[in-house]
């Protein structure tokens, strides 16, 4: 492959729309899923593709690494999808998740099986330990436990990822911040105890998968997490457009999600291996990250993003290379030229994704965490109102009765001029 041609590659990639999740980088297979998806439940595309993206991640965990000539790269992947209340960020996580509920469900059994045994024999034996997959409410203690426990990792998952963050420091003040920071890169995780032994994991792979409105997102860059890295170890997932479920009484066909099933299976159990780069996958990164270097140096906003997308292009390109083997059923150890430019155009969808986010964090603007629809409304409204002058307007854009009333009482956006329904725009 001559230069030229490898131009030609990476420009192509640039060349995507961003503003939409990038399916076709997923096996022929998961497409079917997310468009089958998408048209009986109602699924956001982006929410759904990035449930998937982050339970292969988890599945593979700590058997499959990739070696990129310079450093070794495990699939740990933060994501975070925003969207207001309603637009049905729960659902789609809760499919792409099941897969790994079940084996979780599978190790429970097997563990009662085990305790029980345990309980009725001499206990001279080390007790049994239930291997989880998935957490949402734990300690930090409790995550070392389940860490020391697993030898594949497992993912952090929670609806409200706020919520997880919040309770940061909540037994130990001032740790676990950085102790997060540690594990974006699979080092080794140590927990000392006052009333216990001292917990050391010498090889991590902790996967965050979680939602959060809009409005939040400023909460999460305080504590100094916009400065030290932690903001930027996330890849977001913000589309532009989110509409709430409607509920059709449809649902995903069964091959669809015995495909789905079967993947995140095979994933689960592939053998210990490492992927090594080639020459040629070599020359596509260093094609596209020394011309992004030179793109972003002067912005000292997107630099740490670049930084971060450097990283995540090969934890991507293996995760794209190992969902494309499991799908066939076959595995090796190469990476292909496609799975790496598909991992560009994924990143490329993130940074774009990363600068809405911080954007919002940034803006003053008070329409910025609004949606489309209230935009256009108010946008449409004059100046200067009476509520019943303008209801043509509001139903123009779907808004009625209560809507309206509460759209009306956002002190941000309106006065309440006179009692008798009369406001003014503040914006």
Request: charged share 25%.
């Given at each position: 492959m ?124 080390e ?45 130990n003040?001032?740790?676990?911040q ?79 999600k ?20 080639s ?56 990476l ?17 994704n990363a ?8 803006s ?33 854009h ?30």
């Open positions: 001559d230069l030229e041609q490898l131009n030609d590659m990476i420009d192509g990639e640039y060349a995507e729309d961003f503003t939409h999740f990038p399916t076709h980088v997923f096996p022929v297979q998961i497409q079917e899923l997310i468009d089958n998806a998408s048209k009986t439940i109602g699924f956001n595309k982006d929410f759904f593709s990035a449930g998937i993206l982050s339970m292969s991640a988890t599945a593979i965990g700590n058997s499959v690494s990739l070696h990129n000539g310079s450093y070794f790269s495990k699939p740990i992947l933060w994501q975070a999808i925003i969207g207001v209340r309603g637009t049905g960020k729960t659902h789609p996580l809760n499919f792409a998740k099941k897969p790994l509920e079940e084996i979780d469900n599978a190790a429970y059994i097997e563990y009662k099986q085990n305790l029980d045994e345990y309980n009725k024999g001499d206990k001279k034996n007790k049994p330990m239930y291997k989880k997959m998935l957490l949402a409410d734990f300690t930090p203690e409790k995550l070392a436990e389940n860490l020391q426990h697993n030898e594949k990792g497992l993912a952090i998952v929670n609806d409200e990822l706020m919520k997880w963050i919040n309770s940061f420091d909540q037994y003040k001032g740790g676990d950085q102790l997060y920071l540690n594990l974006f890169n699979g080092n080794v995780l140590t927990v000392d105890r006052v009333s216990k032994e001292p917990t050391r994991v010498p090889e991590t792979n902790v996967n965050i998968l979680g939602g959060m409105q809009p409005e939040l997102l400023k909460l999460m860059a305080l504590n100094g997490r916009s400065d030290d890295g932690f903001l930027d170890r996330f890849l977001f997932v913000y589309p532009d457009n989110a509409e709430p479920i409607l509920f059709t009484g449809l649902d995903i066909i069964d091959f669809h015995s495909n789905y099933a079967k993947l995140i299976n095979n994933l689960y159990g592939a053998s210990q291996r490492i992927i090594h780069a020459a040629s996958n070599i020359a596509i990164y260093k094609e596209w990250q020394h011309k992004k270097v030179v793109e972003c140096q002067r912005d000292n906003l997107e630099a740490p993003i670049q930084a971060k997308l450097e990283t995540y292009v090969w934890r991507l390109a293996l995760v794209i290379e190992m969902m494309h083997q499991a799908s066939n059923g076959s595995f090796n150890n190469e292909s030229d496609e799975s790496m430019l598909k991992a560009i155009n994924l990143v490329e969808y993130f940074r774009y600068l809405k986010v911080h954007d919002n964090i940034l003053n603007n008070p329409l910025a965490n609004l949606s489309e629809n209230q935009i256009n409304t108010y946008k449409e409204l004059p100046y200067e109102f009476k509520r019943e002058d303008v209801l043509s307007i509001f139903t123009k779907s808004m009625k009765g209560g809507t309206i009333g509460r759209f009306l009482s956002n002190k941000i956006l309106f006065v309440h001029v006179k009692s008798d329904g009369h406001y003014r725009k503040k914006h």
